[in-house]
Nanobody
Framework: QVQLVESGGGLVQAGGSLTLSCAAS????????RGWFRQAPGKEREFVAA????????YLRDSLQARFTISRDNAKNTVYLQMNSLKPEDTAVYYC?????????????????WGQGTQVTVSS
């Protein structure tokens, strides 16, 4: 049984920071691409960031590159999303994803494993 469990979401004021964590269990995830998507109310789910198993290749949504960082700790089977200078438009449910792949994909259909999501709310 594969499980992805997100943590670290919550309520933060605009300009603040949050770090999301996603712990994986049930399988060796060191060879998996790991990433994050988000879905705001009334909007489609969108790609946020992803990182290859080695950590050498990372890709973030263009509009988030200046504020968000993705990293991983394979020893802990955990991926992180550091979010700085948060804006109200970052308010969304953030989903952790994983898939056995050698390259990063930005479409949700490419990811087999999904967490339940964690709510991030940024107040103005």
């Amino acid at each position: 049984q594969v499980q992805l469990v997100e943590s670290g979401g919550g309520l933060v004021q605009a300009g603040g920071s949050l770090t999301l964590s996603c712990a994986a269990s049930g399988r060796t995830f060191s060879s998996y691409v790991r990433g994050w998507f988000r879905q705001a109310p009334g909007k489609e789910r969108e790609f946020v960031a992803a990182i290859t198993w080695s950590g050498e290749s990372r890709y973030l949504r263009d509009s988030l590159q200046a504020r968000f960082t993705i990293s991983r700790d394979n020893a802990k089977n955990t991926v992180y999303l550091q979010m700085n200078s948060l804006k109200p438009e970052d308010t969304a449910v953030y989903y952790c994803v994983a898939d056995m792949a050698e390259v990063i994909h930005t479409t949700s259909a490419a990811y087999m494993y999904w967490g339940q999501g964690t709510q991030v709310t940024v107040s103005s």
